[in-house]
């Protein structure tokens, strides 16, 4: 089976890539309090096993899907004191034996780190557990500036060299990195065949810059991470764009990477590297309950891609965090629960409240799922309500665009990608849409004429988590999770 990297020589790039790996194509990428263990094994969230159940009895064979998978980003600093054992269990949890396991596997572990002792000391006590080590290069989150790692350890050359070099020459397993690109292709392919020459055995490319976040995230450029492709000899992974499945196969072929890594678009719809269950027999009615009715849209498969019922996904990710030991926070299950509840929630909001108020008590959360489980029952009772009221309906009937982006709105019971166009420019003029020209999207991309962004979470104000791809905890979260990497560093704005 792919992973299990215990080979007496350390392989590196194809090799690892191919040997250990697996050669994936769909990765999973590191999201802070979203790529936690549940979501690892969760058979329609974030983690793929070989095969899903989507609902109404009907096995998927995932096999195409995601392949490989990331932690977490965990800060080195604290991770690498001997007196934070609790930091460590909750972080990366190894005592209940499912945490890099072998059913966890291939597995990387990410990093933030701007030590290279303590990012090694840190490195150690996973490196059994794991595949690889990846660093993150990437988060541009203010709380990342103010500990200085992430992306703004850009400018930091020498740094990073030693961050990366350490890893390479002490480890038994290879270390991998994650960064955002510069506002010139030169820099940007300078900087990754610097990553490359300090013994990155994989590189993932997000195509956007350390500006590009919030209102200004934009479109991520295809072209610098062709660029980056085309300079290195290691795998590279393109990160940035995926909303839709046929924006997979645009972005392997735009940007000649050798996977594609999605962060949002996961987190929204799980299902996004699953492919359209078109050629499949429809599925039966559910097996719990005969007498449910199952509407005719249940599931939508529209493009190249699937489009689940997102209360039929958070069923079964709830399911697997009361089969696992390891507890899952209350946090990244009400994170989870919004984001695919998005498009029901604002017209559900009673159902929003309660799932924005629901409050769990740290080790009682297996005991406390069932409290979970009756807000997404009541939410599918409503779902198949609305969704049998249009059963008469065709997919093309049910699908309408969003005038602002031109891209496709789905019905509001399947989990689908969540996006805003960008404000206006000052001036307060709107721009129209063939105005706003995209470079880094091919011709035929849906994208090509939209200058848009995967949202932000929408939670309430009652909720302490907010969690997005490659953001760092913010401070209404644990305070173990706040503190900088140097306790010294000042706030750079």
């Not at 740290?362 to 409290?371: H, M």
């Amino acid at each position: 089976m792919p992973g299990l990297n215990a080979q007496a020589t350390k392989l590196a790039g194809y090799e690892f890539y191919e040997k250990v790996l697996g050669s994936p194509k769909y990765i999973v990428a590191p999201m802070v309090d979203q790529s936690e263990l549940v979501s690892y094994h969760a058979g329609s969230t974030i983690y793929l096993s070989d095969k899903t159940r989507l609902g109404g009895g009907c096995l998927v064979d995932m096999a195409d899907s995601y392949q490989l998978v990331y932690t977490p980003m965990i800060n080195a600093k604290l991770f690498s004191e001997n007196n934070r054992k609790a930091f460590r269990e909750q972080q990366f949890n190894t005592a209940e034996g499912e945490e890099g396991s072998p059913e966890d596997r291939p597995l990387i572990v990410q990093f933030c780190a701007n030590d290279p002792e303590q990012l090694l000391t840190s490195a150690k006590v996973v490196e059994p557990f794991c595949d690889a080590i990846d660093i993150n290069l990437g988060c541009p989150q203010d709380i990342a500036r103010r500990g200085c790692y992430g992306s703004f350890l850009q400018d930091e050359w020498d740094l990073i060299y030693r961050l990366v070099n350490t890893l390479h020459k002490n480890l038994s397993v290879p270390v991998t990195a994650k960064f955002r690109v510069f506002p010139t292709v030169e820099k940007t392919v300078e900087y990754a065949k610097m990553l490359e020459s300090a013994g990155a055995q994989i590189l993932t490319c997000h195509g956007r810059t350390r500006d590009q976040r919030g209102h200004n995230t934009g479109l991520a450029d295809w072209e610098k991470i062709r660029a980056v492709k085309q300079a290195v000899s290691v795998p590279v992974f393109a990160n940035g764009n995926i909303l839709f499945h046929s924006d997979i196969e645009r972005c392997l072929e735009a940007t000649g990477a050798d996977a594609v890594m999605s962060a949002e678009g996961n987190l929204y719809n799980p299902a996004v590297f699953a492919p359209s269950l078109a050629s499949m027999p429809p599925p039966v009615l559910p097996p719990s309950d005969p007498n449910t009715p199952h509407p005719r849209h249940w599931h939508i498969a529209t493009d190249t891609g699937l489009h689940p019922a997102h209360t039929t996904l958070a069923l079964e990710y709830l399911s697997i965090v009361k089969s696992l030991k390891t507890p899952t926070s209350n946090g990244a299950i009400k994170a989870h629960l919004f984001k695919l509840f998005r498009p029901a929630l604002s017209r559900e909001t009673d159902l929003r409240d309660r799932l924005g108020k629901m409050r769990v008590d740290r080790g009682k959360e297996r005991e406390c799922v069932e409290k979970w489980e009756e807000v997404v029952r009541e939410l599918d009772a409503r779902m198949r309500r609305d969704a049998m009221d249009v059963n008469d309906k065709t997919i093309d009937e049910l699908i309408t665009i969003d005038p602002a982006t031109g891209l496709k709105i789905l019905p509001h019971w399947v989990a689908q990608p969540y996006f805003r166009p960008l404000p206006p420019p000052p001036g307060g003029q709107t721009l129209k849409k063939k105005e706003i020209k995209s470079e880094s999207a091919p011709a035929d991309s849906p994208m090509t004429n939209v200058n848009m962004q995967s949202a932000a979470t929408e939670e309430p104000p009652t909720s302490s988590k907010r969690t997005t791809s490659e953001r760092s905890p913010e401070p209404n979260d644990d305070a173990s999770k706040r503190i900088k990497l140097n306790t010294d560093s000042t706030d750079s704005g």
